[in-house]
C-alpha cells in the first residue's frame, strides 16, 4: 500500500479556497448568461430614463428640490440592485438544488455558513455590476453629484445583502420555478415601487406616506439616494438600523435552514 | 485502520419508509468492498448518511476515525462520491466542474488544474474538457463524475452503481481503472446489484436486503457459500459419533442428524453408498434453506431484468489473486 503522507487537514485553507471557488462559479454563471443577467436590467434602465426622465420628467420639473432625472437615478440603481441580487441568488440555488448540483457543495467539506456567505457574496456581485451598469447609463442622461461615497457604497452593498439572503431563502423554500417567481412578482416588485423610488414620500397624503414607513426598502433608497443629493426622507441611522437588522436575521435564517437540510436533505 | 465505521445506522424517511433498520459495518483501509443488494435495499440511503446527503434516523458515523457528528469537515474530506444519479450542472463545461470541485475541498486552483488534466486523460475525457457537460454521453458523464470525485484525491472513494446503464466495454474499462486507484491505496466502496461487478472487484462484501445486512464477509467465502449446499440427514436410529465421510464436512447436530456440505457439482451417490456400507440407514433428507440463497435469486432475477449479466459465475476466484479476466 503506497498512500503519500497527507498534510494534515487546513479548515483555514480549505475554507478559503472554497469560498473562492463558489464566487468563481457564480461569477462565471453570471458571465455565462450575460443576456439575462447584465443586458435586461440596462435596456429597463435606458426604458426608465427615455420615459421617465427625458419625456415625463420634464414636466414634472422637481422633486425634493431636484432636477427629476437626478432624483430617480439612485432609486432606479437601486431598484436593479435589489431585483438583480434577490433575482440571482434564487434562481442559482433553486437550479442547483432542482439540477442536483447543490449536491456538489454538501459534500463537501465547507460549513453551511459558508456556502451561504458565498452565494450571497454572488448576489451582491450580480448587485453591484447591474448597479454600475445602471449607473453608467444614467450618465448618458443626467449628471450624478456624489455627496457620500461611502454611503453610497455601504448602503447599495447592505441592501444587496439583504435581498440576496432573501433570494437564498427563498430558494431553499421553492419546490417549483412558480415559487421562485411569486415573492419577487407579488411582494418585492410592489413594495420596491412603493418605496420610493420615482417620488418624494412627503408628497403623498398623511396615510400613505405613514404606511410608508413600514416599507423597508424606502429605508434602503433613501440611504442611498442621500449618498448622492444629501438629502433623504427618512433618518440615515435608521435606514442602516433596519438593513443591519434584517441582514443578520436573514443571515442567521438562511443558515439554520440549510445546516437542517430544508427542502434539499431528507 | 477504518476507513468506514456505521453503528446501529437507521433511517426512517418522512413517508414512512423505513430505509435502513440498524446497520453495523466495518470497512478497513485500503479494502475494496462491495455493498451489494437489490433496487431499494437500502444501499443509496446508507450512501446517503455517509455522505451528508441524507439526515440520519438514528447511528453513529465514522470516517477514518473522524465522528461525522463531531468532526464533519474532516470526515467530509476524506471522502470521493460518485452518486448514483447525475448531479453536476450539464450548463458547465467539463474542466469547470472538476475544477470547482476541487475547490470545494479547497485545492488551490492551479493544483486543480493540473489534476483535471491528469484525471481528464486517465478517463478519456480530455479531448472533451471545453464541451459543456450536457453533450456528453451517458458513459462520459458517469466517468466525469468519477474524474470529479479523485480531484481532492480523497483517501475513501464511494461510487453508488457506477456502471449502471453502462455498457460492457466501458464497464470493463471503469473496473481497471478502479483496480488501479485501489493498487495505490484509495479504499473503495462500490454499491451494485451485479453480483458479477463485485464478485470481479471487490474483496470484502456486505449483502443488504430491505435494510438489513444480511452477510458480511470474503467475497471469496460468500461465493463459495453460494456453490455448496447444505443437505440434512435423519437417521433411523441414533448413532455416537458423525459417519466419516471422506472429501465432505459433516456436522452432527443431535444423535440422529447431520449435515453434509455439499459442491453444487458434486453428486450423492457417493455419500448414499457411504452411508450404507458404514450401517447407517437414511429416514429423510433435505436441502437446508440457505437465506443467502433466496436473496440471491431474488438479486438473479432484478438484474436479469435489467442487463442479463448477473449470474453468479463458478469458476472464478475472486479478489485480488484472482484478478483473471471476465469471462463472460
Ligand atoms: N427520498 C425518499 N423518500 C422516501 N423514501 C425513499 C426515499 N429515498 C429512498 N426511499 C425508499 O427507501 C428504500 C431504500 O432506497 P435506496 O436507498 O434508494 O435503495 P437502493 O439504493 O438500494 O436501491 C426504498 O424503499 C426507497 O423507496
Ligand atoms: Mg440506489
Not at chain 1, 433575482?87 to 463537501?108: D, T, Y
Not at chain 1, 412627503?202 to 424606502?218: G, M, Q, T, V
Not at chain 2, 465432505?248 to 442428524?257: E, H, N, S
Request: with cysteine; glycine share 8%.
Amino acid at each position: 500500500m503506497t498512500t503519500a503522507p497527507r498534510p494534515p487537514l487546513d479548515l483555514g485553507a480549505t475554507r478559503r479556497v472554497g469560498f473562492r471557488t463558489i464566487l468563481i462559479r457564480e461569477f462565471g454563471r453570471i458571465m455565462r448568461i450575460w443576456g439575462q443577467t447584465v443586458l435586461p436590467p440596462a435596456v429597463t434602465a435606458t426604458l426608465y430614463f427615455i420615459i421617465f426622465g427625458s419625456l415625463i420628467g420634464r414636466r414634472i420639473g422637481e422633486m425634493g428640490g431636484f432636477d427629476y432625472m437626478q432624483y430617480i437615478a439612485p432609486g432606479l440603481i437601486m431598484m436593479s440592485v435589489i431585483t438583480n441580487s434577490y433575482g440571482n441568488v434564487v434562481s442559482s440555488f433553486f437550479g442547483a438544488k432542482f439540477s442536483k448540483h447543490i449536491e456538489e457543495l454538501m459534500v463537501s467539506p465547507l460549513p453551511s455558513w459558508l456556502i451561504v456567505i458565498g452565494y450571497i457574496c454572488g448576489g451582491v456581485l450580480r448587485g453591484l455590476i447591474v448597479g454600475a451598469v445602471v449607473t453608467a447609463v444614467a450618465l448618458f442622461f443626467t449628471r450624478l453629484s456624489v455627496h457620500h461615497v461611502l454611503i453610497i457604497l455601504s448602503s447599495v452593498i447592505l441592501t444587496a445583502t439583504v435581498f440576496s439572503l432573501g433570494g437564498f431563502i427563498n430558494a431553499i423554500y421553492a419546490r417549483n420555478f412558480d415559487q421562485i417567481s411569486w415573492f419577487p412578482t407579488y411582494i418585492l416588485a410592489p413594495l420596491t415601487y412603493l418605496g420610493g423610488v420615482f417620488y418624494s414620500v412627503s408628497l403623498l397624503p398623511a396615510w400613505a406616506e405613514k404606511l410608508s414607513y413600514a416599507n423597508p426598502i424606502l429605508y434602503m433608497v433613501n440611504a442611498f439616494r442621500y449618498g448622492f443629493l444629501g438629502s433623504s426622507d427618512v433618518p440615515i441611522g435608521v435606514a442602516y438600523a433596519i438593513m443591519l437588522a434584517f441582514a443578520a436575521v436573514l443571515f442567521t435564517v438562511a443558515v439554520m435552514l440549510l445546516n437542517r437540510g430544508v427542502g434539499i436533505r431528507e | 485502520m477504518l476507513a468506514l465505521s456505521l453503528k446501529n445506522l437507521t433511517k426512517t424517511y418522512k413517508n414512512g419508509v423505513q430505509a435502513l433498520k440498524g446497520i453495523d459495518l466495518e470497512v478497513e483501509e485500503g479494502d475494496f468492498f462491495a455493498l451489494l443488494g437489490p433496487n431499494g435495499a437500502g444501499k443509496t440511503t446508507a450512501i446517503g448518511i455517509v455522505t451528508s446527503l441524507v439526515n440520519k434516523s438514528v447511528g453513529q458515523v465514522e470516517v477514518f476515525g473522524h465522528d461525522a457528528d463531531t468532526a464533519l469537515e474532516a470526515a467530509k474530506s476524506c471522502i470521493g462520491l460518485v452518486p448514483q444519479e447525475i448531479n453536476f450542472n450539464q450548463f458547465e463545461s467539463v474542466e469547470t466542474i472538476v475544477v470547482n470541485q476541487a475547490g470545494f475541498y479547497g485545492v488551490p486552483r492551479k493544483l486543480a488544474r493540473e489534476r483535471a488534466e491528469r484525471y481528464l486523460k486517465q478517463l478519456q475525457l480530455w479531448d472533451k474538457r471545453r464541451a459543456v457537460a450536457r453533450s456528453l454521453s451517458g458513459g462520459m458523464k458517469r466517468r466525469l463524475m468519477i474524474a470529479r470525485a479523485l480531484m481532492h484525491e480523497p483517501r475513501m472513494l464511494i461510487l453508488d452503481e457506477p456502471t449502471a446503464g453502462v455498457d460492457i466495454e466501458i464497464r470493463r474499462s471503469m473496473w481497471e481503472f478502479l483496480r488501479d486507484i485501489n493498487d495505490r491505496g484509495t479504499t473503495i466502496i462500490l454499491t451494485t446489484h451485479y453480483l458479477e461487478e463485485a464478485e470481479n472487484l471487490c474483496r470484502h462484501v456486505a449483502i443488504i436486503d430491505h435494510g438489513r445486512i444480511i452477510e458480511r464477509d470474503r467475497m471469496s467465502n460468500v461465493i463459495r457459500k453460494l456453490q455448496t449446499e447444505i443437505f440434512v440427514f435423519n437417521l433411523r436410529s441414533a448413532v455416537a459419533t458423525a459417519p466419516v465421510l471422506p472429501g465432505y464436512a459433516v456436522k452432527l447436530t443431535d444423535d440422529r442428524t447431520f449435515e453434509i456440505e455439499v459442491d453444487r457439482e458434486q453428486n450423492l451417490n457417493d455419500i448414499f453408498a457411504q452411508l450404507s456400507a458404514q450401517g447407517m440407514e437414511v429416514l429423510s433428507m433435505r436441502n437446508k434453506v440457505n437465506r443467502l440463497e433466496d436473496f440471491f435469486m431474488k438479486l438473479v432475477e432484478g438484474s436479469a431484468a435489467a442487463s442479463a449479466t448477473a449470474a453468479p459465475t463458478a469458476a472464478t476466484e475472486p479478489g485480488r489473486s484472482g484478478r483473471c479476466p471476465v469471462n463472460h
